[in-house]
């Protein structure tokens, strides 16, 4: 007693003796970006950074709600024309004028930077900008393209003058690091800190902090104890281990919201003999995940609660579909599926396997939050309901290279893989079109359709959505695909990830879907 | 000498060489980067312009001539991750690490020495059993561990010490370091400290074998037997001849800790190379990852030659000769 007492006293005149709050902040993020330069790698830390500096013509809030940023406003005046008009009176931190141009040379600029490991032309291809008037802008596609808005807010727009000659070295020392965001870049240590300050001309709402530090401290620990120390004021991705410790400590506050990302089980529907599937003893067997019955035994075979609370530690949401509620395209209609072992087992012997047959998951493990004990817990629930499941799990370096392409001919190695997927986009069309829609390179559908499901219906229905401008009939569109692919287990959902943002008392932080840890996100009680 | 040294020197190429073509081709078999780096919204043809531009459609043989052809240029290729060369990001890294090592090495001879000998000349007493308890400790217990314990200790609970990350830098005689700064050493303590550990342990357990093994020597009996001095025995006489081993020991040592110091640097978030080669190793930044390795093998033969020098300075009896070293 008499010793939390002193270290409650201590902490007590540690807090007493630090200066009252400045305007600076402090934020420890759980990895880094690799870039200043908005356009190099679409990442989500480097969005996020990009984010202080630089402004998008729209803006996603904490929702993957669009709002107006650099655009005030935005409709289609012709199947193949979207016209932007832009605001007026914004000034990029050099004092230069923002205007039509800057758009147009950002649009050229996005999808062609040297050595990207990961450019913007996903959002940036088959749309062409062109500059009407100084503050009116006209996207050109060439097909109906109703995703428009979403695709636009995703490209960061750079200063005409100093930002679209400029090579990513430039951006990095500062000297092209130009935005009109609410945050003027200062310095840049990689490994280190990032260091900005307020943009005193900023035309939206200004920031409360004058100056941000963010520091990358990727192991979670370490980060945990930088927030207890007072060293940094915030820190992002909070280990769910760490939750029930923090809550009870007066000195942190936490921040939760649901992620937009869904982790989610895919099996092989393409290959009669698959690799990872045996009958019993380890003979071959014809493909049982190819019937509906099995795929819905396995989802009636997974405790979803269990996960949540047990491997989670309460800090995740359960899954009946690809995004939580909330977001555009949505289905009101799908609850996640109910735990029913003997459903299972009754629908498993139903289909012709009574006692089951020999499955192995793989999964990455340092890949999503605590992967490697959900694909545990899933192999455990499959083998008491007679599919005899093993587990293996392997550094996402490997992983994901094996479960794109690590079979013959470049196509999937695993027959019952764990993965995720984020909605960057922040609607359903994304993972609709990249997981569950057939995988055609032509077309640039399914990705990432790792079980190759196909269903020629579902792609007709998801071709209609993906040209419907009017947005109340897409997102009926939308949900009426998910409905069906779930329907049809095209994919096992398990739960939303939630994210935890630590701050220090007295601050708190506006949970975003998106992950990103924003400054402006930072207030104070 | 010079035959010595440019012999030394000729089987440090070959060592490099075969280290690329290992590395090189190692961390090819690992798997594809752009499957990570990539965002997941991109589509196929999206991927493959991604793969040609990386130039990682090739075949591997191809891939490891252009490298090779880059080398003899000073070029080690760009970075997947930075699109930066990998020299220059390695170099930038590099201060840090150094600093580290060298304050960690420090600590080392001054802590571990002194502590070694007075257990070596004072065996039967509670100290000097209770130095070489704890150095068992400072062996056995995990680096990671201890790491966060002190953070614990001394930024958590005490508050003296900040918990993470490199202090402020200043530029002194043309080098700019956070040794040089009040905040640059507080941050550097801790780190330097946990990674000093093992190698105080080390220390201290060398000496005291030394000096026990040592006093028994005739050498020793002579001197004493002279007349001389205790402290002149011990500090000329005896510290001569149990150096030779622990400068080896140390020389190796300071490899490890310039190349190797990954878990502390991860674990206090230091901007050094460490960090740099876990993080390039797990996302497959492979031009980084050679780079560093040819970097880090150059290191340790110029180590060791070091070392060698310093046998024949510290014992006359060595002379530097093909030894088959």
Known sequence: ?525 | MTAFIIRRLLQAALVVFLMSVIVFFGVNVIGDPVDMLISPDADQAEIARTIQALGLDRPIGEQYLHFLKGVATGDFGKSFIFGEPALKLILHHMPATVELALVSLLMAILLGIPLGLYAGLYPDRKVSKGIIAGSILGFSLPTFWVGLMLIMLFAVVLGWLPSTGRGDTAVFLGIESSLWTRDGLSHLFLPALNLALTNISLVIRLTRAGVREAMHQDYIKFARAKGLSESRVVSVHLMKNILIPIVTVLGLEFGGLLAFSVVTESIFAWPGMGKLLIDSLLQLDRPVVVAYLMIIVLFFVVINLVVDILYSVLDPRVRLKDQGA
């Open chain 1, 1 to 525: 007693m008499t010793y939390r007492l002193t270290i409650g006293a201590v902490l007590a005149s540690a807090m007493l003796a630090s200066p009252a709050w400045s305007e600076e902040l402090t934020i420890g993020l759980g990895s880094e970006a690799t870039a200043i330069d908005p356009h190099f790698h679409n990442l989500g830390p480097n969005n996020a950074l990009a984010r202080h500096i630089f402004d998008r013509l729209i803006l996603q809030n904490e929702l993957q709600q669009l709002e107006p940023g650099l655009a005030v406003s935005w409709e289609p005046v012709d199947d193949l024309t979207w016209e932007f008009k832009l605001r007026e009176g914004v000034k990029f931190h050099d004092g230069s004028d923002f205007t039509a141009d800057d758009v147009v040379c950002t649009w050229d600029r996005a999808p062609n930077v040297p050595n990207s490991p990961s450019s913007f032309a996903t959002y940036t291809k088959g749309k062409t900008a062109v500059k009407i008037d100084d503050y009116t802008v006209h996207f050109k596609t060439e097909a109906p393209y109703p995703l428009m808005a979403n695709d636009v807010s995703t490209v960061t727009i750079v200063s005409d003058e100093v930002g679209c000659e400029a090579t990513t070295a430039e951006y990095n020392d500062g000297t092209a690091a130009v935005g009109t965001g609410p945050f003027k870049f200062v310095s840049y240590k990689p490994g280190d800190a990032i260091v900005v300050e307020r943009n005193e001309d900023y035309w939206g709402e200004k920031p409360i902090w004058t100056s941000v530090t963010f520091k990358p401290i990727k192991s979670a620990p370490a980060r945990v104890a930088a927030l207890l120390a007072g060293d940094v004021d915030v820190i992002a991705a909070v280990p769910t281990t760490d939750v029930a410790t923090l809550e009870k400590n007066e000195d942190v506050s936490l921040s939760q919201g649901a992620s937009n990302r869904v982790i989610y089980l895919h099996l092989d529907h393409d290959r009669s003999d698959s690799p990872f599937v045996k009958a019993n003893g380890g003979g071959a067997i014809e493909n049982p995940l190819q019937k509906l019955e099995v795929r819905k035994a396995i989802s009636m075979a997974i405790n979803r609660d269990a996960i949540v609370d047990r491997v989670m530690e309460g800090i995740a949401i359960k899954a009946g579909q690809l995004l939580p509620d909330g977001f555009f395209g949505v289905s009101d209609k799908l609850e996640p599926v109910e735990y029913d072992p003997e459903g299972a087992r009754a629908l498993l012997a139903g289909a012709g396997y009574p006692d089951g047959f020999e499955l192995t998951i793989h999964g990455p493990n340092d890949r999503y939050i605590n992967d490697a004990k959900i694909a545990e817990a899933i192999g455990q629930m499959l083998s008491r309901v007679g599919i005899k499941t093993q587990v293996e799990t392997m550094p996402r370096s490997v992983y994901f290279g094996r479960a794109s392409k690590g079979g013959p001919n470049d196509t999937p190695e695993f027959s019952f893989i764990l993965v995720g997927w984020g909605a960057g986009s922040g609607e359903a069309s994304s993972p609709l079109k990249s997981l569950i829609g057939t995988h055609n390179p032509d077309k640039g559908w399914g990705s990432s359709n790792r079980g190759r499901y196909s269903n020629a219906e579902f792609d007709a229905l998801l071709d209609t959505a993906l040209s419907t401008v009017d947005d109340a009939e897409r997102q009926a569109l939308l949900a009426q695909a998910t409905e069906m692919a779930i329907e049809d287990v095209a994919i096992i959902p398990t739960h939303y990830q939630v994210n935890t943002w630590g701050t220090r008392k007295g601050l708190n932080y506006v949970a975003r879907t998106d992950e990103y840890t924003l400054a402006i996100g930072v207030g104070k009680e």
